[in-house]
């Protein structure tokens, strides 16, 4: 089975970074994707982490340890438009394919 | 390209009535999802499909049936809705195994009365 953990919710000011951390534990596990979520929109994808180490694009990076079951979400120069939801989803290869299981998201507010 | 299309965007059923929920991508994508997202529950898998006239079962199928006769198309069918299926339905594909970036449709969301 799988078990994802992320926070449920964090505050942050406009301008600062801020990271959010998700842990799992899981069979298979192939990879882990990072989304974005806006209140009453559709996930976009943000980034996918498949070997352990740092991935940057643009004032976002996600982390990956693979040993560690461990991810986070960095996002710099926080922007007002960046509150949302953040949802950590762990890709895990089974005899149906590949799935992702998402975590419950962490809910980010950025204020003034 | 419309990417990802979910129809209709809300629906109002009474319990014990039935509707087919239509999402169809014009990505040429092997792979199709139906979730659900619920408060405090993220999104759990129903059904998918990892290919035209195939689907599987998810995380929480019950209530609900698949179809997908066509690639380009996967549908999603409540025989007789109940309360407990109250929720925003998502549906999503993927290019092939390799590669799992989910593409998103915007949504449906169901009340169920």
């Known amino acids: 089975g799988q078990n994802i953990d992320q926070p449920t919710e964090m505050t942050a000011t406009e301008g600062a970074i801020v990271q959010i951390n998700c842990t799992y534990q899981t069979s298979g596990f192939n990879g882990l994707f990072w989304y974005q979520q806006h209140a009453g929109e559709a996930p976009t994808f943000l980034s996918y982490n498949v070997l352990d180490g740092l991935e940057e694009k643009g004032r976002f990076s996600s982390f990956l340890s693979r040993s560690k079951g461990y991810s986070y979400l960095l996002l710099k120069e926080l922007q007002m438009k960046d509150s949302a939801s953040y949802l950590c989803?762990?890709?895990?290869?089974?005899?149906?394919?590949?799935?992702?299981?998402f975590g419950t998201g962490t809910q980010l507010k950025v204020e003034l | 390209n419309a990417g990802v299309t979910q129809t209709p965007k809300f629906r109002v059923l009474k319990t014990g009535q039935s509707m087919t929920l239509l999402c169809a991508q014009d990505?040429?994508?092997?792979?199709m999802y139906w979730y659900r997202q619920d408060p405090g529950m993220g999104l759990r898998l129903i059904h998918y499909s990892v290919g035209e006239g195939t689907t599987a079962k998810g995380e929480v199928p019950d209530g609900y049936n698949v179809s997908r006769l066509k690639k380009q198309n996967f549908l999603l069918g409540l025989e007789s809705a109940a309360p407990s299926q109250t929720s925003v339905y998502f549906c999503?594909?993927?290019?092939?195994?390799?590669?799992?970036?989910?593409?998103f449709g915007p949504g449906t969301r169901l009340t169920v009365l």
């Open positions: 989803a762990v890709e895990a290869l089974t005899g149906g394919g590949n799935k992702l299981t």
């Open positions: 999503a594909s993927t290019r092939d195994r390799v590669y799992n970036e989910q593409f």
């Open positions: 990505m040429n994508h092997e792979y």
